[in-house]
């Protein structure tokens, strides 16, 4: 990555992560854990399967950089994938932690797709 970055004159806080279902939630862990090499800009998250959110409070915890992480979750109201308590718990466990800036939100009448309202939603907010 860090040679296209340097290609195009971009830095690390150029960069958006995008990410879908389990996708999604790698890119969500890997923000929120630090595993990037450098912070980014933020990331929007569509149908996010982020696994043991108890565990993601933990690793939120013992960041010893603060600067925010901006994310942007969205599911489908539908989504059977991650049920709205699933959602509700992932929240909760971050909101401890006011430097992960978590935005969740909500795509009516939405199952578990990344479909032509996801792309409108997705372009709606590149210009974070």
């Known amino acids: 990555v860090q040679g296209s970055l340097d290609k ?3 830095t690390w806080k150029n960069v958006v992560l995008a990410g879908f279902g389990k996708g999604a939630g790698l890119l969500f862990y890997a923000s929120v854990a630090r595993l990037l090499p450098q912070q980014v800009a933020g990331g929007v998250f569509f149908n996010a399967i982020v696994p043991f959110p108890a565990f993601l409070a933990e690793k939120a915890a013992k960041r010893t950089d603060r600067t925010p992480v901006k994310m942007f979750t969205i599911w489908g109201s539908r989504d ?5 308590n699933y959602r509700q718990a992932l929240q909760q466990a971050l909101r401890k932690y006011p430097e992960v ?3 969740p939100d909500t795509l009516p ?5 990344f479909d032509e ?3 409108s939603v997705l372009t709606s907010l590149l210009p974070l």
């Open 8 to 10: 195009y004159g971009l």
């Open 109 to 113: 009448e939405n199952d578990h797709v």
């Open 117 to 119: 309202k996801s792309i």
């Open 80 to 84: 059977s994938s991650t049920p709205s």
């Open 101 to 103: 800036q978590c935005t």
